[in-house]
Structure formats: structure tokens, C-alpha cells
């Protein structure tokens, strides 16, 4: 298996835009986590899914953040109208399952400008 | 909801030096699991450790988690510059939540 799959790598965009975040998680695995790490604060969990729903979304900062999972092999993280300050790289990851480690992606690097 | 903190911060050592990472939780953990970052990468799984007072080793990395289950550390012997990087517990509780991380540099 490739691992998880993350697009773009990198993505430079202007303030106000929207940007589309696309994770590919391990097949069979029915976990998915979207995270969103910066310097100031870390690794910050916005949201997971579990068979495909969103179980907990308290993370997602704002309503301009919103996250999908149409099926057991795609998941989206949208962010609209982008600002300066959403600038992270952002992580998906996928698990087995609660109480199984999870398989990070190599993130997007987002800059909002 | 649970919280992971972690110590020290940062950690500068000397190659071949021996040191350790410690994780503290504000819960008992049910499972508490381990993660080498590199810089602009994603995390690498390490270790897991679920039951109180176990350890794992994996080359020269030992992670132990105490009977209590709420402190785990993760102890590197022989420090080399490829054990670099920023090291993060995990784990589960209401969600999947990590600590803030240590940056561990190694000097040649």
C-alpha cells in the first residue's frame, strides 16, 4: 500500500480564495483524522471521521472550514474564504480503528498570502 | 477532555549521549503511542504501549508506560544526528490528540 495520500503538497494562495485539501487514507481502514499543525500550536486535531461520518468536529475552527468524506477512499478539507492565518501544513491521517496507531500523510504545506 | 504535556520542550545533546522524553497525561491513558517527526514531513509511528508498566524497544528507543498509566518516556541510548527530530506522544481519548511535541537535536 502507498500510505496515506496527500494533494497537493504545497499550495500558495491569495487571501479570500478557496482552497481544497485532499487526503487518500490506507485502504481498509475505516479512521480518519484531518490535523493542522503550527509552530504556535502544535498539532491540533480538527476533525474524524469513522465510517465515513464526521464524529467529532469540535477542532474545525470556524464555519469557513468544512470537511468531507464521500466515501471510504476520499476525503476533502475546505477552507472558504481563506486568511493569512490558516497558514499550517495540514495533516491527514488514517487508523484501523479507535485504539489502533495511526498512518500519517506528508501534509500540505498551505500559505495564504 | 484529555491533554498530553510534554518534557522538556527541546533537547540539545551531544552524539552518544543517552537521554529521555517524558509525556504526562491529565487521564489514565488507554493507550499511549509514539511519533518521530522531521521537518516538513509526517509522523512516523514509533511505539505503542497499552498496558500499565510495559515497555517496548525498537533499536536503540525504549518507551515504557508506568502502572498508574497516565506518565510514559521514551528513552534513546547512544544518541546519533538520525535520531533528530521532534518526537510526539499521542493517544486516544474521546479523539485521537497528541502533546506539543520536544525538538530533539543531536551535535556530531
Known amino acids: 500500500d502507498a500510505g496515506v495520500i496527500q494533494s497537493p503538497r504545497h499550495e500558495v494562495t491569495e487571501m479570500g480564495q478557496e482552497v481544497t485539501l485532499r487526503c487518500k487514507p490506507i485502504?481498509?481502514?475505516?479512521?480518519l483524522f484531518w490535523y493542522r499543525q503550527t509552530m504556535m500550536r502544535g498539532l491540533e486535531l480538527l476533525i474524524y471521521f469513522n465510517n465515513n461520518v464526521p464524529i467529532d468536529d469540535s477542532g474545525m475552527p470556524e464555519d469557513r472550514f468544512s470537511a468531507k468524506m464521500p466515501n471510504a477512499s476520499f476525503s476533502t478539507l475546505k477552507i472558504q474564504p481563506s486568511e493569512p492565518r490558516d497558514s499550517a501544513v495540514y495533516f491527514c491521517a488514517s487508523s484501523l480503528g479507535e485504539h489502533t496507531e495511526a498512518f500519517f500523510g506528508q501534509g500540505t504545506r498551505l500559505t495564504v498570502v | 477532555s484529555q491533554e498530553l504535556e510534554q518534557s522538556p520542550q527541546s533537547l540539545i545533546v551531544q552524539e552518544g549521549k543517552n537521554l529521555t522524553i517524558n509525556c504526562t497525561s491529565s487521564k489514565t491513558l488507554y493507550g499511549l503511542y509514539w511519533y518521530k517527526q522531521k521537518y516538513g514531513e509526517g509522523l512516523i509511528f514509533l511505539m505503542m504501549l497499552q498496558k500499565g508498566g510495559e515497555e517496548k524497544s525498537h533499536e536503540k528507543i525504549t518507551a515504557k508506560l508506568d502502572e498508574k498509566k497516565q506518565q510514559s518516556s521514551l528513552h534513546i541510548t547512544a544518541s546519533q544526528p538520525s535520531h533528530a527530530g521532534i518526537y510526539l506522544c499521542g493517544s486516544y481519548g474521546q479523539n485521537f490528540v497528541f502533546g506539543p511535541g520536544t525538538r530533539l537535536s543531536v551535535l556530531p
Open positions: 485502504s481498509g481502514h475505516n479512521s
